[in-house]
Structures are given as C-alpha cells and as structure tokens.
C-alpha cells in the first residue's frame, strides 16, 4: 500500500531512550509508517517492507488513536534491515512529552535518520523529464535490426523502411508500430516484418506512464513493452512492464537478474506473485513474476475495453507496476491527464510490487533503455503455441496467414517519463 493520508492530521513524536532526548516532530504524511497488528504487549520482529505494507492495521491504528502517536528508538541501527515493533495501549512512555493517554507507544530500531533514509518513507515527487507523442516517437527512439534474441519469426525493420511500408506511423496524438499482415512468407527467407526500438536515453531512478489504446493480438504474438540495458544483460537486469503471448493474459510483471536476487513470498499488491528467485540460468528464464489479477490488462480484453495506462516506478529501495483500463474510475488524475508533477505514493496499491529486502538493486540493475518490441514464435510464444490453443505449427502459421496478424500492432497515445 502507499504511504497513508490520514484525516485528520497525525503527529508524531520521535526521542532516544537512551539520551531522553526528544527530537522533535514529524507529521505522520510524510513519515507514512505502516504499524502491523500485533497484540497488546506482544513483540513482532518483522522485515521493514513488511512493516510498510499493512494496510490494514494502519487503518486500526489511525481509528483508534488519538491526534498524536510516540515513537520511542531502543537500540543502536542494525542496518535497518529488521524492527522490533511492540503495540502498547495505554502507553507508558509517551506522557512525559505531552502525548495523549489513548494513543499508542511505539519503539522503533535506529535512529530517524538513518531510518527514514533507508525505508524511503518520504513520499517522492517526480517531474516530467521526456513527453513523448505521435512523431516524437521517431526522435525518442532508435530502431533496432538485429537477429531476434528470442528466435521469433520476424525481421526487425530499420526506421525508414518501416516508415516506407507503412508499419510505423504518427499522427498529432497517435504513434503505431505494426507486423505486417499481407505477405506470405518463403519458409527459407526471412521472417515477418516487424519492430524493436529502444529509447536513446537511458534511466535509472524515474517513472515511466505508458498511455496504450491498443497492443498486438493474435496467435504467434509476443508483444513486450520492457526495460534493460541490452550490453551486459543479465547482470544489468531487466523489467518486464508488459508482456505476454498468444492472447493469452492477463498481463505478466517480471524482473530478471544475475544469481542472487529474490523477492518475498508475501507484499502488497493486487497481483498474484509467481516464481519468487529474479535469477536467469540458461535452463530457466522465468524470473520473477507477477501475474496481474484483470483479464483486460493484456490482449484482445485489454483493446476491447479501449486500453489503458501502465505505469512503472523505479526507486532504490522499490520497484512498482501499476495497470488502469480505459474506464477506471480510480486511474489518478495525473496520470490521466499527464500532469507535469505526479506522485506515486498517491495511486494505491501497485499491481505488481518488487522490494529489495532480498535484492541488492544497486548491484543487479543498471541505467536501462525502454524497449517496445513485437516478436512472432519465439522461445516462449512458440513453445505454448498449441497449449494456448493456437492451431499447427507456429512458423507455418505466421508464414501463411498474413491476415491473421492485422491487429497486431502497438497504438500509443502518449508515453511521459519523470524524474
């Protein structure tokens, strides 16, 4: 869950058991602390990230203390990693400082500033950096012409040719990238035009806000929408934002890594967590996955419903991916209407969530490109081609059915980038 907005306005109180030394106060906003339920006088030792994503005993917290809260440190900082976080009603330490008998005494490990640094409570703000609509596209992006990665049956088309045969245009508010859908292909040339362009700037810290009004459908089709740095891969890791195949959703989340990189079973998100371990072996390129809980997000129910935002935060100590269609009533105003300042502690719970507890971020993910890219067959399209209720082979069917892939293209509104 995000950082909490209580009504009316919580104060906190902060001091040191250890000098008795009261430093001062923090308004709750900003501080944004989840307190797990524990009962009174019972010791939980619980991971930060698991503190942070209790939502529901937030809502208890905040019903039923009074104006102000206590939070009293007891021990040197431990790097942050673990807390022990005892709820104690009526308090027995808060009175001193002027704190109201019915609300709640806290301890808290570490000092505040190393803590609050370190949870990354401070809700982040972030500022349009890049604006990309219709033609822009053309300058945000290169077109990338190597051999398939991932052995699909396409050929990657450079810019000019793509423009030529009309698979990418733009209007004043519209940008499409498309296969083509009227040749039938020699089995011994090569594959079905189609596209990979990679953003020429690269980010590390920022959110991306990808407007979609329609993405690629149709048997044989992987459709990606991603990030990564392509020259030291996987050791600069990798987020997948969109991607799936043979219309077969809902959408899948993913991170891939090097060795060492994993993700909690449990966290706060409204998808469905998969393999938990980020690493990618040559037997086993699943990473770390999640499975999105609407069918409209991804395939012929997502352009049914007209599309949609994704959106894609990444900070040190987090990353999140959150999907709204077309009609949703709580999509937030800022992204909706690509306001110049958005703030994503303000959007709810993510639908994909991915903590570092067990990832050093710095280590497994370097600056990264975007990548929108549509591949035919392929390693995984290819091989659930049938299991996902596609008829013959795979490459035989995008050889000798052009028409079949007249709806797999890209339709994008808009893609904005903050920092």
Sequence with gaps: MPIYNPSPLKTVFMRFEDSEQEIGMINIIQLGCYIPHTSAQEWNFISIHEM????SATDMLLRQS??????????SVDGTRFLPFPLVHPPASCPSIGVPSSSFSMKLLGTLAAVIPALG????????????????????FDWETMADPSN????????QTSKSRNLTYATSDTFILRADFQTVLDPRGPGRDSFRIKSKKSYTTHVAVFDVRHMPEGCATWPAIWE?????????????????????GPNLSALHTAQGCSMPSSRAQSGYSGQQDCSTTPADHTGCTVHYPTANSFGPSFNSAGGGWYAFERAQDHMKVWFWSRNDGSVPGEVKMGRPEINPSNWGTPTAFFPNTSCDFSQHFKEHNIIINLTLCG?????????????GQCADYVNNN????RNAYFEFASMRVYQ
Excluded: M
Excluded at 228 to 248: A, L, M, Q, R, Y
Excluded at 379 to 391: I, Y
Excluded at 402 to 405: E, I, L, N, T, V
């Design 228 to 248: 990564v740095k392509e020259t030291e891969w996987p050791g600069s890791g990798e987020v997948d934002i969109v991607e799936g195949i043979n219309d077969h």
């Design 379 to 391: 390693d995984w399209a290819g091989q659930f081609f049938n299991q996902n209720g596609c008829p």
């Design 66 to 75: 009074s104006s102000h809260l206590c939070l009293n440190t007891t021990r």
């Design 121 to 140: 409570l401070l809700a982040r703000a972030y500022s349009l950096a890049d604006n990309v609509v219709g033609s822009g596209f053309y300058n945000a």
């Design 402 to 405: 052009p028409s079949a892939f």
């Design 52 to 55: 942070l994503l209790s939502a």
């Design 152 to 159: 699909g049956r396409v050929q990657f088309l450079d810019q």
